[in-house]
C-alpha cells in the first residue's frame, strides 16, 4: 500500500465480512482479503458508478492511486470467483470516525467516540453482548462468533 496521505475517514463499515463459496469447506488460509480501500474504491466506482477523479477526491488520494486499488481490487475479486476462494474483507491504510460497534442480540450498528470507558452497550437494546466492527474490519479477526 502506498504510505504517506492519510485516506478518508470511514463513517461505514461493509455489511458482511466477507464472503464464501458454495462447494468449498471454509478455509480462511484460501481466503483473499480485500482491504478496505479497495473495498471503499470497488464501492465507489462500481457500485456507485463514480468516475475515477471522483472516486479520488471522495478517498482523498490521487487519479491514478484510486485506480490502481480499484484494478488491484477487480483482480482479487475475478480470482475469488474463477478459484472459488472466500473472500475477508479487513485492513488496510484507514481511519475510521469512532470505535463501531454492532450488537450481538438485535443487529443494532452504532458508533461511540472512544471505548475506554469500557462501559458499552447497545442504545438500542442495552445488550452487552457487542461485537466491536473497528476491530473485526481494521485490525483483523477470527475470534468474533461472527467470523467463525
Ligand atoms: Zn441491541
Ligand atoms: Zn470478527
Redesign the pocket.
Known amino acids: 500500500m502506498p504510505r504517506g496521505k492519510a485516506l478518508r475517514t470511514l463513517h461505514e463499515l461493509p455489511i458482511v465480512?466477507g464472503f464464501r463459496p458454495f462447494w468449498m469447506r471454509p478455509n480462511y488460509r484460501q481466503g483473499i482479503v480485500l482491504c478496505l480501500e479497495e473495498y471503499e474504491a470497488l464501492r465507489l466506482i462500481d457500485y456507485e458508478g463514480l468516475i475515477h477523479e471522483d472516486a479520488a477526491r471522495k478517498m482523498n488520494i490521487s487519479r491514478p492511486t484510486v485506480t490502481r486499488i480499484y484494478e488491484k481490487a477487480r483482480k482479487k475479486l475475478s480470482q475469488a470467483l474463477v478459484e472459488g476462494r472466500s473472500i475477508l474483507i479487513e485492513g488496510g491504510d484507514v481511519k475510521l470516525n469512532g470505535v463501531h460497534f454492532m450488537c450481538e442480540d438485535c443487529n443494532h450498528r452504532f458508533v461511540v467516540e472512544s471505548s475506554l470507558n469500557g462501559n458499552i452497550c447497545c442504545p438500542k437494546c442495552q445488550s452487552r453482548r457487542l461485537?466491536s466492527l473497528s476491530e473485526?474490519f481494521v485490525r483483523g479477526?477470527r475470534?468474533?462468533r461472527?467470523?467463525r
Do not use: E, M, N, V
Open positions: 465480512k461485537i473485526c479477526c475470534r468474533c461472527r467470523c
